[in-house]
């Protein structure tokens, strides 16, 4: 079970607005910065979002990141396919469960 | 531009120990901030943080695996290992090195990941 919590599943058609959610404690998303990972299918992760809401260079701009309390959240407006992938939350944990903590990923199906 | 290559065995049995190399380029492991992490991912399941190895020597290790974990660098070779002792089959994932970039101290950053390798644990 991991110690941030991620729904399983997210579905969307082309051209909506999805979030995922990725809930934490006081000790993770409460206390620490929180990043977002990509992981296509059969590819390794790649970095999405860093500091709770800052893009790398390259990443569009239809994905956006947030974060109250010790909550988060990974949007994606503009639905495209290609956006078809699993997404990681992470932080950095100051309890005995870290430092480093994922989520459980959610798998995005555009329909 | 910066590259990471994670080499090893494919196939290792119950009980034995994994000892896994990380190649990077592109960056320096002796600059100030920067880390070189591990993380698994079994077959269809999430990404599991196992160890972290910082420029100055600094070493972090998943709390559940510590036990079993060492990780070390070589700062002249641009190589960081990873072994895993007692191996199980429940260890049968994907194991990847990444980058970990200078910046904030308590970060879950990789901005670089290796491709991969997978690795069976099976007799």
């Known amino acids: 079970q991991s110690v941030l919590t991620q729904p399983p599943s997210a579905s969307g058609t082309p051209g909506q607005r999805v979030t995922i959610s990725c809930s934490g404690s006081?000790?993770?998303?409460?206390?620490?910065?929180v990043y977002w990972y990509q992981q296509l299918p059969g590819t390794a992760p790649k970095l999405l979002i860093y500091r709770n809401n800052q893009r790398p260079s390259g990443v569009p701009d239809r994905f956006s990141g947030s974060k109250s309390g010790t909550s988060a959240s990974l949007a994606i407006s503009g639905l495209r396919s290609e956006d078809e992938a699993d997404y990681y939350c992470a932080a950095w944990d100051d309890s005995l469960s870290g430092p480093v903590v994922f989520g459980g990923g959610t798998k995005l199906t555009v329909l | 531009q910066i590259t990471l290559k994670e080499s090893g065995p494919t196939l290792v049995k119950p009980t034995q120990t994994l000892t896994l190399t990380c190649t990077f380029s592109g960056f320096s492991l002796s600059t100030s901030g920067v880390g070189v992490g591990w993380i698994r991912q079994p077959p269809g399941k999430a990404l599991e943080w196992l160890a972290l190895i910082y420029w100055n020597d600094d070493k972090r290790y998943s709390p559940s695996l510590k036990s079993r974990l060492t990780i070390t660098k070589d700062t002249s070779k641009n190589q960081v290992v990873l072994t895993m002792t007692n191996m199980d089959p429940v260890d049968t994932a994907t194991y990847y090195c990444a980058h970990r970039p200078p910046g904030v101290a308590a970060a879950a950053e990789f901005d670089y990941w290796g491709q991969g390798t997978l690795v069976t644990v099976s007799s």
């Open positions: 006081s000790s993770n998303i409460g206390s620490n910065y």
